[in-house]
């Protein structure tokens, strides 16, 4: 076979050019046109309710002050003689900023108003597609001021002509990835969390990433930065310099204190970063063309569950009927799952200002959790919606709701009680604290499913109705539902308070003082847990159609 000449391999190699010349025109050809449709698509949120159109306005004359302060600040550091403290601040601030471009629509999800979906009946080929979303995601508050701070970033690099066009090519870079990022992770959310429960478990996960954040904050707060500052973030500079997400900012940063190997490995990494995206967008959007929205899958269930447990008596009943509504309705499980958040909180925030010394914070836990779970059940009723009317036309006596409410939470507080007093005692020290424990959060639990057994037929507030996200809010709720809350959680306290004073003395003052925190916890339990279940059952006997009554408005 004849070799080709250099005439036949030019036609070649420019035959090939023009075909990527006319390919890339063809991709960015509907650019302007996404464009236009994402600014009617902002135009359109000011054409809503006044006070919708006020919140808009407020949120972008924050994001323009916020742009402001930062390019004042980036334009600042240009003359500033330390190099080596700017480069450090750029890098960690630049990093956090795309890792949120990547995170927040993941864990809280967002809107899409460009889901590729919207646009599968128009015939759009997928690389112009995937370019016009990617481009039209641009116009947004959020990348607006990304975009003009990561320029201002040529400003404070700006010490000699090319590193200026290195911090620009960079600035391009960190945009676009954080752009995309924020791309991928919006159409991966939207197409992932179409489920209500997917949508209900990202809730949940993202409020615990939230809180089980809170003690870095803090940490970081009680940090001396006149002192230590500059040298922690410089260590967490060096680290971040080499990740995805810090790469691209970490270029001109490296080069202009001399790393300039280092920066051409970091501009490779922030490359190999904004392709790997690309070829994830356009993959989801390839994906998502084809594939319809997802719907929930229904389980299946075998046998009676609970109803096979529990005794066959109307109270079993209704403690079968509780137990299966613990288990599988997100709105109980939620509340569940923050129960061991909120003693995580307080101790953190103890620890940081040095509040409690020595061991004895290993006391507060368990009785922090008993409080809310025996307080979890004070609007019991109002979960049930309208199906509170099987128990009332079915002649359900007071008595049987009262106690079979309180199984599921039985069933929760007595193991608890077991195993968080047993941890206590270990990590404190001294076994005989043990009979104060079981003391207080006997008194706490007991007394909170009494009240509730009052609070929830008495004044039972509307709550999220069964189905709906246990994060949404009812809007007939008003100061009834605070005062109830209010009053339930200082009622369990006040009850509880010889218990909690009795251990206390026990602790500070004479070991003999535990036993008398026992007994003041037992028999202060049982008589609120008695006269509650007493108390509510004949409430429940008297008020059984306005408690159906109140469910029907509230749906």
Same mark, same amino acid.
């Given at each position: 076979?004849?070799?080709?000449?250099?005439?036949?391999?030019?036609?070649?190699?420019?035959?090939?050019?023009?075909?990527?010349?006319? @390919?890339?025109?063809?991709?960015?050809?509907?650019?302007?046109?996404? #464009?236009? #449709?994402?600014?009617?698509?902002?135009?359109?949120?000011?054409?809503?309710?006044?006070?919708?159109?006020?919140?808009?306005? *407020?949120?972008? #004359?924050?994001?323009?002050?916020?742009?402001?302060?930062?390019?004042?600040? $980036?334009?600042?550091?240009?003359?500033?003689p330390d190099v080596t403290s700017v480069r450090s601040i750029v890098i960690v601030v630049g990093a956090a900023v795309t890792t949120g471009f990547l995170l927040l629509p993941l864990v809280f999800g967002v809107d899409d108003t460009l889901d590729p979906r919207k646009f599968a009946l128009f015939g759009i080929p997928t690389d112009r597609l995937a370019v016009g979303l990617a481009a039209g995601s641009i116009l947004s508050v959020p990348a607006i001021v990304l975009a003009v701070c990561a320029l201002a970033t040529v400003v404070t690099w700006s010490h000699g002509f090319w590193l200026a066009v290195l911090a620009l090519i960079s600035a391009v870079l960190a945009t676009a990835t954080s752009v995309l990022a924020a791309r991928v992770a919006t159409a991966a959310a939207g197409f992932l969390l179409d489920t209500r429960r997917a949508r209900e478990l990202t809730g949940v996960v993202g409020v615990l990433l939230v809180v089980l954040i809170s003690p870095l904050v803090l940490s970081l707060s009680n940090v001396d930065w006149g002192a230590r500052g500059f040298s922690i973030m410089t260590v967490l500079a060096d680290i971040l310099r080499w990740s995805p997400m810090g790469a691209a900012w970490a270029?001109?940063?490296?080069?202009?204190?001399?790393?300039?190997?280092?920066?051409?490995? !970091?501009?490779?990494?922030?490359?190999?970063?904004?392709?790997?995206?690309?070829?994830?967008?356009?993959?989801?959007?390839?994906?998502?063309?084809? @594939?319809?929205?997802?719907?929930? !899958?229904?389980?299946?269930?075998?046998?009676?569950?609970?109803?096979?447990?529990?005794?066959?008596?109307?109270?079993?009943?209704?403690?079968?009927?509780?137990?299966?509504?613990?288990?599988?309705?997100?709105?109980?499980?939620?509340?569940?799952?923050? *129960?061991?958040?909120?003693?995580?909180?307080?101790? @953190?925030?103890?620890?940081?200002?040095?509040?409690?010394?020595?061991?004895?914070?290993?006391?507060?836990?368990?009785?922090?959790?008993?409080?809310?779970?025996?307080?979890?059940?004070?609007?019991?009723?109002?979960?049930?919606?309208?199906?509170?009317? $099987?128990?009332?036309?079915?002649?359900?006596?007071?008595?049987?709701?009262? *106690?079979?409410?309180?199984?599921?939470?039985?069933?929760?507080? *007595?193991?608890?009680?077991?195993?968080?007093?047993?941890?206590?005692?270990?990590?404190?020290?001294?076994?005989?604290?043990?009979?104060?424990?079981?003391?207080?959060?006997?008194? !706490? $639990?007991?007394?909170?499913?009494?009240?509730?057994?009052?609070?929830?037929?008495?004044?039972?507030?509307?709550?999220?109705?069964?189905?709906?996200?246990?994060?949404?809010?009812?809007?007939?709720?008003?100061?009834?539902?605070?005062?109830?809350?209010?009053?339930?959680?200082?009622?369990?306290?006040? #009850?509880?308070?010889?218990?909690i004073v009795f251990g206390v003395l026990g602790v500070f003052v004479d070991p003999a003082w535990f036993v008398s925190s026992l007994w003041a916890g037992l028999v202060v339990g049982a008589l609120a847990l008695v006269g509650g279940v007493v108390g509510g059952a004949a409430i429940f006997n008297r008020r059984g159609p306005q408690m159906l009554d109140a469910a029907v408005k509230a749906a």
């Open positions: 076979m004849k070799a080709p000449d250099g005439r036949q391999a030019a036609a070649s190699a420019r035959t090939l050019g023009l075909t990527a010349a006319k @390919t890339m025109r063809e991709a960015f050809a509907d650019v302007p046109r996404f #464009l236009r #449709l994402k600014l009617a698509l902002l135009g359109g949120a000011f054409r809503r309710s006044p006070w919708q159109v006020v919140g808009l306005v *407020i949120a972008s #004359l924050y994001g323009i002050g916020m742009m402001a302060l930062l390019v004042g600040g $980036l334009v600042a550091a240009r003359f500033v270029v001109p940063a490296d080069t202009a204190v001399g790393r300039g190997g280092a920066a051409a490995l !970091e501009l490779l990494i922030a490359i190999a970063m904004l392709a790997a995206l690309w070829l994830a967008w356009r993959a989801l959007v390839a994906h998502m063309l084809v @594939t319809p929205s997802r719907s929930g !899958e229904v389980k299946t269930y075998a046998g009676l569950g609970w109803f096979s447990v529990m005794p066959a008596t109307p109270w079993g009943a209704v403690a079968a009927r509780s137990l299966s509504y613990w288990g599988r309705d997100a709105r109980y499980w939620v509340s569940l799952v923050m *129960i061991p958040v909120i003693p995580i909180i307080i101790l @953190t925030a103890f620890a940081v200002v040095h509040a409690i010394p020595g061991t004895y914070p290993a006391l507060l836990p368990l009785p922090i959790m008993v409080l809310f779970l025996g307080w979890a059940a004070h609007n019991d009723v109002a979960y049930d919606g309208t199906a509170i009317w $099987l128990h009332v036309v079915a002649g359900t006596t007071g008595l049987a709701d009262r *106690i079979g409410r309180l199984v599921p939470l039985l069933f929760i507080g *007595i193991p608890l009680i077991v195993v968080g007093t047993a941890v206590s005692v270990y990590f404190y020290g001294d076994a005989h604290v043990a009979l104060a424990l079981v003391g207080v959060t006997v008194c !706490e $639990l007991f007394v909170g499913l009494g009240l509730s057994s009052v609070t929830s037929t008495l004044t039972p507030y509307p709550v999220p109705k069964p189905g709906d996200s246990p994060f949404a809010q009812p809007q007939s709720v008003g100061a009834a539902a605070a005062v109830v809350q209010g009053f339930s959680l200082v009622v369990i306290i006040v #009850l509880s308070a010889p218990a």
